[in-house]
């Protein structure tokens, strides 16, 4: 049920982002796996679902050769879905991390465009089940692109 008078509705300030950077916006290389392979991904409420995975985005970010794994939402998806963690959650951005869609590769290369990076549905409201970063999508360094924490907002993961 929808309340227009909430209070979380009542003071939302809006979408802050990171200003737009060009250099977070990169072309990876894309490896498919060997074979079909699927990756666990958790919830915020503990629960594990196995989702298909064709490969990974391996790519050069702040002197560090990295790699994120994609995984395809259904059948006949158009877009790779990350589901990825960096070194600004907890404090710019929403601590159980963020989501990024990415176009299918071409010719073993994927643009990941980290500008377009979002705040997944459980960091506006207590009431959304959403996945959380696989420990391999946990990246060591700042991302400083993308969607901000929304503040005044639920801040923390029910589980990590």
């Known amino acids: 049920m929808k309340d227009p008078e909430s209070e979380t509705r009542r003071t939302f300030a809006g979408l802050q982002w990171f200003p737009i950077r060009d250099d977070l916006r990169l072309e990876a290389r894309f490896v498919p796996w060997s074979s079909p392979r699927s990756i666990a991904v958790p919830n915020i409420l503990g629960q594990v679902n196995d989702l298909p995975s064709p490969g990974y985005a391996e790519f050069t970010l702040a ?35 963020r989501f990024l869609y990415a176009p299918m590769p ?3 290369r994927v643009v990941l465009d980290f500008n377009k990076a ?13 996945p959380l970063p696989p420990p391999q999508n946990r990246l060591p360094i700042r991302i400083e692109a993308g969607e901000k924490n929304p503040h005044g907002h639920p801040q923390r993961p029910r589980s990590s």
């Open 63 to 97: 002197g560090r050769t990295l790699r994120l794994e994609p995984v395809i939402e259904e059948p006949g998806a158009e877009e790779l879905f990350f589901i990825f963690r960096d070194q600004t959650a907890g404090k710019e951005t929403y601590p159980a991390g």
């Open 106 to 108: 071409k010719d073993g």
């Open 118 to 130: 979002y705040s997944p549905p459980c960091a506006f409201t207590a009431f959304a089940t959403c």
